[in-house]
């Protein structure tokens, strides 16, 4: 019995994504600064993170800005040995939930932790800069 035919590329495939960010933009704007806010729902208090155009408790659109604290406490992580395509250019890489001291649990790639890395350590939130100029977050131990 024969295999059925398939079709291989090995073609660089280039993505381009276009994310409105006009209702959280004032997120992205902080963290190039070096500071790391989010929404506060004002008709209900929920704060949420990621930032949310609406508030997900009480669907209200109406929010104001907070600075949420640096400081966390690793919840859980995963190692990434088999990378995506789209980062064939970074070795294997850790993704870690991190527990603020408001509550809020924040997802985002763990640095600079070495082999020993536990549940419970302290970590500390900071902004980076892509080398395309784009803001994002990382946690690095405290």
């Known amino acids: 019995m024969s295999e059925p035919p398939t079709l291989h590329s090995r073609r660089t495939l280039a993505l381009r994504f276009d994310i409105p960010i006009s209702k959280t933009s004032e997120f992205w704007s902080a963290l190039k600064e070096g500071r790391f806010i989010t929404t506060k729902c004002a008709k209900c208090g929920n704060v949420s993170f990621p930032p949310q155009a609406d508030c997900p408790k009480c669907m209200g659109s109406d929010s104001e800005w907070v600075e949420l604290g640096r ?12 990378t995506p395509a789209s980062f064939s250019d970074r070795d294997p890489y850790v993704i870690a939930i991190g527990e603020l001291s408001e509550g809020l649990k924040v997802l985002a790639w763990l640095e600079g932790a070495g082999e020993v890395i536990r ?6 939130v900071e902004a980076r800069t892509s080398g395309e100029g784009n803001p994002y977050y990382v946690f690095v131990p405290a």
């Open 119 to 124: 549940p419970g350590m302290k970590l500390r």
């Open 71 to 82: 400081e966390a406490t690793l919840v859980t992580y995963t190692r990434v040995q088999i």
